[in-house]
């Protein structure tokens, strides 16, 4: 521990909680003067037998204040189970209105239909079924098209594991220390707008001149915003609007940047099978999402958040490299080729 002033305090709850029950406390600091720090004590858990027992904390004085400072730190409790169980069964209603809703207004497009005639003719729905897997992987340049998959959000695949804890988690540990409602509001309405805004960017972009064009802005969309992670666990800004106005930009680059990765889908999937095929890119998809977030987690815990995010921002360059080998047809993504397409058909 550093040599400095430290003072204790302690708090219990005015109220007992009721039989089994159990209030969890978190606290941290929430602004103020970095100097003062908490060192020992930021959650606690208080039932029936213990609610009025007083829990302590430690706060300490860097050593080297030489000045007068404020800090605010707060105590934050409240039944996490309730709330939690509550927020998952709106969500859980939200789904089961979203799978009725597709259900009804989706299209059932005739051209992935395989007639039972075809399948008694090819020899089956089994072979149908391990044919479209050798034809998707027999495709000009797979090694590259995979590597495209994976690599493309191998950034992002590690920061997304790790923004909302580090936007939750008390400043003396690295974090912002948010309450989950400032989170939410985040990424749930502020992320969400700009989000949004960025993939329909994209998407209109792309029409005007094509994927080819887009592709090399849209990585860097999709990468550089991710350096607003660095200064904001370098700096720890106690500035909300500022917070806001940051995951805003790293969400509307992601959303522009993603639209590239969406098109090349659909751009891999295009002949026989499309639709399997697509599926299957975004089984890729998912992998190259799922395995770097499995050692984020980890990765974070050895070197803290000021180092993590430097180095997602290094895991940025295999997304370039791989880009360079990439070929795409200058045609495609453009409005009229749509337009040609659907006369076709």
Same mark, same amino acid.
């Given at each position: 521990?550093?040599a400095?002033?430290?003072a204790?305090?302690?708090?219990?709850?005015l109220n007992?909680?009721?039989?089994?029950?159990?209030?969890?406390?978190?606290?941290?600091?929430?602004?103020?003067?970095?100097?003062?720090?908490?060192?020992?004590?930021?959650?606690?858990?208080?039932?029936?037998?213990?609610?009025?027992?007083?829990?302590?904390?430690?706060?300490?004085?860097?050593?080297?204040?030489?000045?007068?400072?404020?800090?605010?730190?707060t105590a934050?409790?409240?039944?996490?189970?309730?709330?939690?169980a509550?927020?998952?069964i709106?969500?859980s209603?939200?789904f089961i209105c979203?799978?009725?809703?597709h259900?009804i207004?989706?299209?059932?497009p005739?051209?992935?239909?395989l007639?039972s005639?075809?399948?008694?003719?090819?020899?089956?729905?089994?072979?149908?079924?391990?044919?479209?897997?050798?034809?998707?992987?027999?495709?000009?340049?797979?090694?590259?098209?995979?590597?495209?998959?994976?690599?493309?959000r191998?950034?992002?695949s590690?920061?997304?594991?790790?923004?909302?804890?580090?936007?939750?988690?008390?400043q003396?540990?690295?974090?912002? @220390?948010?309450?989950?409602?400032?989170? &939410? $509001?985040? %990424?749930?309405?502020?992320? !969400? =707008?700009?989000?949004?805004?960025?993939?329909?960017?994209? @998407?209109y972009?792309?029409?005007?001149? &094509? $994927?080819? %064009?887009?592709?090399w802005? !849209? =990585?860097?969309?999709?990468n550089?915003?991710?350096?607003v992670y660095?200064?904001?666990?370098?700096?720890?800004?106690?500035?909300?609007?500022?917070?806001y106005?940051?995951?805003?930009?790293?969400?509307?680059?992601?959303?522009?940047?993603?639209?590239?990765?969406m098109?090349?889908m659909?751009?891999?999937?295009?002949?026989?099978?499309?639709?399997?095929?697509?599926?299957?890119?975004?089984?890729?998809?998912?992998?190259?999402?799922?395995?770097?977030?499995?050692?984020?987690g980890?990765l974070?815990?050895?070197?803290?958040?000021?180092?993590?995010?430097?180095?997602?921002m290094?895991?940025?360059?295999?997304?370039?490299?791989?880009?360079?080998?990439v070929?795409i047809?200058?045609?495609?993504?453009?409005k009229?080729?749509?337009?040609?397409?659907?006369?076709?058909?």
């Open positions: 521990m550093m400095g002033n430290i204790l305090a302690s708090f219990h709850l007992p909680p009721e039989e089994d029950e159990e209030i969890i406390v978190n606290f941290s600091r929430e602004r103020g003067d970095k100097s003062i720090s908490l060192v020992e004590g930021f959650r606690f858990t208080f039932n029936k037998t213990n609610w009025n027992t007083p829990a302590f904390c430690a706060i300490q004085l860097d050593p080297k204040l030489e000045k007068e400072a404020t800090v605010l730190f934050r409790s409240g039944n996490i189970p309730l709330a939690w509550i927020t998952f709106i969500l209603g939200l979203f799978f009725v809703y259900r207004i989706l299209p059932y005739k051209s992935d239909a007639h005639g075809d399948q008694k003719k090819e020899g089956g729905f089994l072979k149908e079924f391990v044919d479209t897997f050798v034809l998707f992987f027999k495709k000009k340049e797979i090694g590259v098209i995979l590597a495209f998959l994976l690599l493309y191998l950034a992002e590690q920061l997304v594991k790790l923004a909302s804890p580090f936007l939750l988690d008390a003396e540990v690295g974090g912002l @220390g948010l309450t989950t409602g400032n989170v &939410g $509001l985040i %990424y749930g309405t502020v992320g !969400m =707008i700009a989000l949004l805004s960025g993939g329909l960017l994209g @998407g972009l792309a029409a005007k001149k &094509g $994927l080819r %064009y887009w592709i802005w !849209m =990585i860097v969309a999709m550089l915003p991710n350096l660095v200064y904001l666990s370098q700096v720890q800004p106690d500035s909300m609007v500022f917070i106005l940051s995951v805003a930009i790293e969400q509307l680059g992601y959303g522009f940047g993603f639209t590239a990765y098109l090349f659909i751009f891999v999937s295009e002949g026989k099978h499309k639709t399997a095929h697509f599926a299957i890119t975004t089984g890729f998809m998912a992998l190259g999402m799922m395995i770097p977030g499995m050692v984020s980890w974070q815990e050895i070197i803290g958040y000021p180092n993590f995010f430097l180095w997602v290094l895991c940025t360059i295999p997304s370039f490299a791989v880009l360079i080998f070929k047809d200058p045609e495609f993504g453009l009229k080729e749509k337009e040609e397409h659907i006369e076709k058909e």
